[in-house]
């Protein structure tokens, strides 16, 4: 399975908390062969809005107007079909603009370990401000970007969908829902992904996403560190992972760190996201990599999920 499949099935959760209103390896860890046997590349797409956010950035950075950074049209716009919005709540998912946002249902069945966030930047941010998010990823294909964000807080279940049009590396984020919703920086899990062809098949292929909120940030602003974090349906009590490239043609190339357990605390409540970092000096500019992750379910069965990115350099 693929990022995506955690994609079309385990986002089905639900919105359970008092709203603010906005003011303005060990042995039992099969990682690399379950990892290899269940890791299609070419696993089937998730439901996403199909509207095109035309905010032209263009990894300059340069900020645009607010009016001119997101000019999506509504009537293109369809939001996931497979999320449960609430009935008769103000907060529900839905379209807002150039983006479907909101709350959902949980699906109290759901158990699969996924990717939630892949982020390179994170700043501070204020949300009751009024100013806008500036979410930025870096230039690589020529498809639409998909963006996509939710909430880590335990038992509140909100997603955030966009797509911006080829050639951009901007989305301009309003903040409404997230001053609502008082969520912060250690709160937000951010992924942005496009389809990139490997080994002749076109797949999803992630990219590290930065959030600032300064108008003034530089946008060629890097990181030591890739951070990826995951979350699990069902508690968790060993996680181990591994690293390595993928060749062009599609062939796995050597490890770049092979089964690391992760000493973080031994201990993953389901529905609580943890973290797994990325060195980038272990990475080549320019090529996609296969990050495995394995772990032990307290009821002693496994979990595993890859996670294909682009470290553009």
Excluded at 166 to 172: D, F, K
């Amino acid at each position: 399975m693929t990022i995506r499949s955690s994609e079309s099935r385990v986002e089905l959760l639900a919105p359970n908390l008092e709203l603010r209103m906005p003011r303005t390896c060990p042995s039992s860890i099969p990682i690399v062969a379950l990892c290899l046997s269940l890791l299609g590349w070419g696993c089937g797409s998730a439901s996403a809005p199909t509207a095109l956010n035309s905010a032209s950035a263009g990894g300059s950075g340069s900020p645009l107007a607010p009016s001119s950074r997101n000019s999506a049209s509504a009537q293109k716009l369809t939001c996931d079909a497979s999320l449960n919005p609430p009935r008769d709540n103000a907060f529900a998912y839905r379209i807002r603009g150039h983006r479907c946002e909101g709350l959902y249902v949980k699906d109290v069945g759901s158990t699969d370990l996924r990717v939630v966030s892949f982020t390179e930047i994170v700043e501070d941010f204020d949300t009751r401000s009024g100013e806008d998010l500036l979410v930025r990823w870096p230039a690589f294909g020529d498809g639409d970007t998909h963006v996509r964000a939710e909430s880590l807080k335990p038992r509140h279940f909100y997603r955030m969908d966009t797509i911006v049009a080829a050639g951009s590396t901007l989305y301009s984020w309003p903040t409404d829902l997230l001053a609502a919703f008082d969520l912060k920086k250690d709160e937000l899990a951010m992924l942005a992904w496009t389809r990139h062809a490997v080994g002749g098949k076109e797949n999803d292929a992630y990219l590290p996403v930065r959030v600032q909120q300064r108008t003034e940030a530089n946008p060629m602003d890097r990181n030591s560190v890739y951070t990826v974090v995951l979350m699990a349906g069902v508690e968790l009590v060993e996680v181990m992972y591994s690293l390595r490239g993928v060749e062009p043609d599609g062939r796995f190339g050597p490890f770049v760190q092979e089964k690391q357990v992760l000493q973080e605390h031994g201990y993953y409540p389901a529905g609580r996201g943890f973290k797994v970092p990325i060195p980038v000096s272990d990475l080549k500019a320019g090529r996609v990599y296969l990050l495995e992750v394995g772990a032990t379910r307290k009821d002693g069965g496994p979990a595993a999920i890859g996670f294909r990115f682009v470290h553009v350099g």
